[in-house]
């Protein structure tokens, strides 16, 4: 697999740059000099609380959440970095919701950037399933620089890929 899948649907102009970073073996360097520290957010409960917290500030309306937690089953290099679900049971005469959100365990080590862009992701899908304009404003209204991390993450996935460690 090419490492550069992550980036699909950019300009060649971007896609151009980025190889001249990788080429130069300068890639890792530009994402320490950015976001130089890691998150300390590392336990499922740490996860549920932060999400929480996010959720509350912007999502008031949205139904509650009934579990938030680092999943190893995620292969986020080949399959999502993190993904929701919604559940529904009748109990008696009542419907119960479960709303659910799993991140990969990857971003556990990561600058809270990162995290923070896969919250929100999995947050706007709360009010918007699909991703489509209005999801996409949502997630820059949440997060201001949701499209600036994005980018990062997926420089960092790139980064994973070809050296295979965190920095």
């Not at 399959?79 to 005469?93: I, K, P, S, V």
Request: proline share 4%; aromatic share 10%.
């Amino acid at each position: 697999m090419k490492p550069l899948r992550y980036l699909n649907g950019y300009s060649p102009a971007t896609i151009h740059k980025v190889t001249q970073i990788i080429e130069q073996k300068r890639l890792t360097d530009f994402l320490k000099q950015r976001y130089p520290t890691l998150h300390a957010i590392t336990t499922d409960k740490a996860l549920y609380d932060y999400t929480v917290e996010i959720k509350n500030d912007y999502l008031k309306k949205t139904p509650p959440l009934s579990k938030v937690i680092y999943d190893n089953t995620i292969h986020t290099l080949h399959d999502a970095l993190g993904l929701h679900t919604y559940a529904h049971r009748l109990q008696g005469n009542k419907i119960k919701r479960k709303n659910e959100i799993r991140i990969g365990t990857l971003f556990k080590q990561t600058p809270l950037e990162f995290l923070r862009m896969i919250v929100v992701h999995e947050l706007a899908h709360l009010k918007e399933k699909e991703h489509n304009k209005a999801f996409y404003q949502l997630c820059t209204h949440i997060e201001p620089h949701y499209s600036e991390y994005e980018f990062h993450t997926r420089l960092y996935l790139i980064h994973l890929e070809l050296l295979g460690k965190v920095w």
